[in-house]
């Protein structure tokens, strides 16, 4: 099993990466997560993929 983050301000292009990211892979789950350190300063959101690789294993 791998790991991979992801964080960004813009939800569009958090989706746009993490999409393009899990296509070819098996993903094991997802977990989301949201921080905000200024209210007048837009959300940071952040995303932990657990996955593994498609393809034959130990080749």
Known sequence: MKIKTFS???LDRLDTDVN???K???VIDIKFSTSISNP???PCYGVL???EDMGI???
């Open 24 to 26: 070819h892979k098996h």
């Open 40 to 42: 007048q300063i837009a």
């Open 49 to 51: 993929i657990m996955y």
């Open 8 to 10: 960004d301000d813009l």
């Open 20 to 22: 393009a990211f899990i």
């Open 57 to 59: 294993k130990g080749a």
